[in-house]
């Protein structure tokens, strides 16, 4: 956030404004996501927003450090859209998975590989940023997380059980 302050002269409070689209659109997107895996499974949520997430990603690689804002707001809009549609349905397609004295089990560990998987991309960030700079680095993020995206969603059409 202090990068795109800095890029684009705003205050702490405007940058903090910015991503307001992004809170909210994952709010939004995750009551939607119940009801989608209410009427059609957890599949089709996990996939379809897998797809929409790697969307907004792809947009990001077209921008540079002092693209304007309305250029990245569908990019804030989408990334934070798809996960807010896939991460419900997954944690459903989890719980429903294991027998009901398993279920703390499972969701300690769907959510510690959520965080490893956090940890690792931040990470990996941080040596395509030193190796690229910021914005080259987000860019080769930003490939990697479509190519990731594409093949979660892939993978959630071709094994995840419909109930």
């Given at each position: 956030m202090d990068a795109l302050a800095d890029a684009h002269g705003w205050t702490p409070v405007q940058a903090g404004l910015a991503f307001l689209?992004?809170?909210a659109t994952f709010i939004v997107s995750n009551l939607i996501s119940g009801r989608m895996v209410a009427r059609f499974g957890s599949r089709a949520p996990m996939a379809l927003g897998a797809a929409i997430a790697a969307v907004g990603y792809?947009?990001?690689?077209?921008?540079?450090?002092?693209s304007p804002f309305v250029a990245m707001l569908p990019a804030f809009l989408l990334i934070p859209g798809g996960m807010?549609?896939?991460?419900?349905?997954m944690t459903?397609?989890?719980l429903a998975s294991v027998e009901r004295?398993?279920?703390?089990t499972a969701s300690a560990v769907l959510n510690?590989?959520?965080q490893?998987?956090?940890a690792i991309g931040v990470a990996a960030f941080g040596v395509l940023s030193g190796v690229f700079g910021p914005v080259g680095g987000l860019h080769a993020a930003a490939a990697v997380s479509v190519g990731l995206l594409l093949l979660g969603s892939a993978l959630a059409l071709a094994w995840v059980r419909q109930a």
């Open positions: 689209p992004l809170t792809l947009l990001l690689v077209g921008l540079g450090a002092t807010g549609l896939g991460v419900p349905a459903t397609a989890i004295d398993w279920s703390g510690a590989a959520r490893a998987g956090g």
